[in-house]
């Protein structure tokens, strides 16, 4: 796998070779293979990933699924876990990585998850999460409290203003 040039490809984004971009690479690998499509230059493939260790990285290279797009989301449990939404087909599932180890060290399991095939890593669930909607453009509006510019759908009225998200939890009557 390290002569693959998808390998190749994400090791040098990310930086450098891990078991973590492994899990990543091979989930992308059976993603594919599952809902038989590739890089998605749309918001087509959704992900929503359960962490935001090595792994996206891959999942970003190979399928398209990014965080500027929109089509990378987040549900942290910690769980190497992965959902896959196709908009065009309606297909969906959740890849769950088996448990595997303890490994001795990160070089331990980077050879065992090598070792493996996607579809040996993975259980293969239906999906939990729905579908979320498309990412959304909102109009850009300016706190009254910091004067910094935000999206206006992350707008918390406070006091009858429109505060940013960080503004509206640091704000009090007595400092407005």
Same mark, same amino acid.
């Given at each position: 796998m390290t002569n693959d040039p998808l390998w190749k490809k994400c090791a040098e984004f990310h930086g450098h070779e891990c078991p973590g971009l492994t899990i990543g690479y091979k989930a992308s690998l059976l993603a594919a293979k599952l809902l038989g499509t590739g890089f998605s230059h749309d918001e087509r493939?959704?992900?929503?990933?359960?962490? #935001? @260790?090595?792994?996206? #990285? !891959?999942? +970003?290279?190979?399928? %398209?699924?990014?965080l500027g797009k929109g089509n990378l989301l987040f549900h942290m449990t910690?769980?190497? @876990?992965?959902?896959?939404? #196709?908009?065009? =087909?309606?297909? +969906? *599932?959740?890849?769950v990585l088996k448990p595997f180890g303890p490994f001795a060290s990160k070089a331990d399991a980077f050879e065992y998850y090598h070792s493996l095939t996607p579809e040996e890593m993975f259980d293969v669930?239906?999906? +939990?999460?729905?579908?979320?909607?498309? !990412? @959304?453009? *909102?109009?850009?509006?300016v706190c009254p409290v910091?004067?910094? =510019?935000?999206?206006?759908? *992350?707008?918390?009225?406070? %006091?009858?203003?429109?505060?940013?998200? #960080?503004?509206?939890?640091? *704000? =009090?009557?007595?400092? @407005?």
């Open positions: 493939l959704v992900c929503i990933s359960e962490n #935001d @260790a090595c792994g996206i #990285d !891959a999942i +970003s290279v190979l399928l %398209g699924c990014s910690g769980k190497q @876990a992965f959902s896959f939404y #196709d908009r065009e =087909s309606s297909r +969906s *599932f959740r890849l669930k239906e999906t +939990s999460i729905k579908l979320p909607q498309k !990412a @959304a453009v *909102f109009q850009n509006i910091c004067g910094e =510019s935000f999206a206006e759908g *992350f707008a918390k009225i406070t %006091g009858g203003r429109a505060l940013c998200p #960080d503004c509206a939890h640091t *704000f =009090s009557r007595f400092n @407005a």
